[in-house]
């Protein structure tokens, strides 16, 4: 619970609280205090205490981040200098495709191939001469060798063709002989044959004749019998019917008789059981009353349990048409209640009806006295719109006048002075570029006919060439004019030349980066190394993502060691 008081009670009672303190407690805390600053001051010249360490630390952190930062500096220039030299020879390479791209290129282009293909076919028309030459030779002998062979074969071939006949004449004089007694023999196997058919025509007459009075016959039996076999189906039909009717007759008087028969043999059955169970109660009563055991009571037991089960299958009976009653109520009451429901709705869709057609009356009032007022805003709107659009016509019309005048001036001075440079450009470029073909086509000796075909057609179709002088009559109003000659490209030009790429001074001194070249050849293995390893931990890069130069090494400040000043201490570090 906080206590209020004045500041003079506050004082009075830190003043006694502060006069009460022990004497002793003072005296050990000034010990204290006096000791802790001889220790600070004990170890302010200590190269291993945590203070001058940490010291140290930060120091060489501090040199370690600096030599990074240059590094990465020196990294970040040498980058961009070589992306600006990437750059430079991306955008002439660009243009120098762009450039050769164009039509009057691709004509010098097809120029060059030209005089490479005549190079080409000269070599090729004197190659040619001489494997003409070699198969001229050639042929000379294979037609030699065909003729001798000719000769040979074609003695051989009269060889053949003269034993040959001979074989043929006596083979065929064989073949007639065989040929005419083949004859005979098929003659006379001819003739056999007609007289065998002969006697077999007649005996197949005989047979067709038999044959055929058997079908007449057997058809006519065969009529006679499907005949009888009709007959005799009716009848069988008829028969059948009559049976049939009398085993339906009879079958009905059967069921009757069964019926008749039934019943009573039911009434006798019922009559019979109920005599026996008349006499097996007699029995049982006259046993009961013989014995005269318990049996009364087991009866009534028995009677009890059937009596009980009998109410319990009427009560369960009771409830099953209760439930049915209750469940037929039940859904005449949702059919009334449904219909209830749907009457209201369709009185409160009636009462909505008629409130929206007087709401829809009142509204046509209301929208009429809208309507005129909506015409008159209207029109008052269309005046001032009318106006506002005049005043932007204006506007409009004299900001189109202003801005076709400058872009009148801009098309002329497009099509017109940056037009005629660009086009002087253009011609320039590609003359110096059919110079420089002209020399290398002369370089290698190839026929350059094409390539000043080319260029004087495209001087032709651009008008290079210079034109005649104009009629005495129109040079002195044309005192300005004069004849130039276009065809050569301007003294002062030089074709572009591809940028050079500078060599960096950390290539030079053999420094590597992920931007130069792959070396080839084999790997050098690294130089043996006599640093300690605290030297290497003190020396290391701020992190690992910087090259290291193996020529200049990253130098840190040396560590320097301070002599104990403490007068009452005897450490190792006091001056001797």
């Not at 209201?344 to 009806?353: D, G, I, N």
């Not at 009429?368 to 204006?394: C, F, N, S, T």
């Not at 005048?405 to 001075?413: G, M, S, V």
């Not at 050849?521 to 931990?537: C, F, I, T, V």
Request: charged share 40%.
């Amino acid at each position: 619970m906080p206590i209020a008081m004045s500041k003079e009670e506050w004082a009075r009672l830190s003043r006694w609280a502060g006069d009460r303190e022990d004497p002793q407690v003072m005296r050990r805390r000034e010990c204290v205090q006096y000791m802790n600053k001889m220790s600070q001051q004990m170890t302010k010249s200590w190269p291993n205490s945590l203070e001058n360490v940490n010291k140290r630390n930060e120091e060489l952190r501090r040199a370690r981040v600096a030599a990074a930062e240059q590094a990465n500096s020196q990294f970040y220039a040498r980058y961009v200098r070589r992306h600006q030299a990437e750059q430079r020879r991306l955008m002439f390479n660009a243009r120098d495709s762009f450039f050769k791209n164009k039509d009057a290129p691709k004509l010098l282009l097809s120029a060059v191939k030209e005089t490479v293909t005549q190079k080409e076919r000269k070599e090729q028309v004197k190659f040619n001469n001489e494997l003409k030459q070699q198969a001229a030779e050639k042929k000379k002998r294979d037609d030699e060798e065909v003729l001798k062979n000719a000769k040979e074969w074609h003695a051989l071939m009269e060889l053949r063709e003269k034993t040959r006949f001979e074989v043929n004449k006596k083979h065929q004089l064989e073949v007639l002989d065989q040929a005419h007694e083949v004859s005979e023999r098929k003659r006379a196997e001819y003739e056999m044959e007609l007289n065998m058919q002969k006697i077999d025509n007649i005996k197949a007459q005989e047979q067709m004749d038999t044959l055929r009075e058997f079908d007449e016959e057997y058809r006519k039996n065969e009529r006679d019998n499907i005949f009888a076999d009709m007959v005799r189906a009716k009848q069988e039909a008829e028969q059948r019917r009559a049976e049939q009717e009398a085993r339906e007759k009879m079958d009905d008087r059967l069921i009757e008789v069964l019926q008749r028969s039934r019943a009573r043999i039911e009434s006798k059955r019922r009559q019979t059981e109920k005599q026996i169970q008349k006499e097996k109660q007699d029995v049982l009563d006259k046993i009961s009353q013989r014995l005269e055991s318990g049996d009364e009571a087991r009866d009534a037991k028995e009677q009890q349990i059937l009596d009980k089960a009998i109410k319990e299958k009427e009560a369960i009976m009771d409830a099953r048409r209760q439930a049915e009653l209750r469940k037929k109520e039940q859904f005449k009451q949702e059919r009334i209640d449904i219909r209830n429901q749907f009457l209201e709705q369709e009185k409160q869709r009636l009462y909505e009806m008629n409130v929206m057609h007087q709401w829809e009356i009142m509204n046509r009032f209301k929208n009429d006295e809208l309507y005129a007022d909506y015409q008159k805003k209207l029109r008052e709107e269309k005046k001032q719109k009318i106006q506002e659009y005049r005043d932007d016509i204006v506007k409009l019309w004299r900001e189109r006048e202003a801005c076709e005048a400058r872009e009148r001036a801009e098309t002329r001075w497009f099509y017109g002075s940056l037009a005629e440079r660009k086009l002087r450009a253009a011609d320039n470029k590609l003359l110096a570029h059919g110079a420089l073909l002209l020399q290398e086509a002369a370089r290698h000796a190839r026929p350059d006919r094409a390539l000043r075909q080319a260029l004087d057609r495209y001087c032709k179709l651009y008008r290079l060439y210079p034109m005649p002088d104009l009629p005495s009559s129109m040079q002195e109003h044309f005192k300005q004019y004069a004849p130039q000659d276009l065809s050569q490209p301007d003294p002062n030009y030089e074709y572009p030349k591809p940028p050079v790429t500078s060599i960096d001074e950390d290539l030079e001194e053999g420094k590597r980066v992920g931007l130069q070249d792959p070396v080839l050849g084999p790997a050098k293995l690294p130089a043996p190394s006599n640093k300690e390893p605290e030297d290497y931990k003190r020396a290391g890069p701020a992190n690992g993502l910087q090259w290291r130069n193996a020529q200049h090494d990253l130098t840190l400040p040396p560590i320097t060691v301070r002599q104990c000043e403490t007068l009452q201490c005897n450490c190792e570090k006091k001056k001797k």
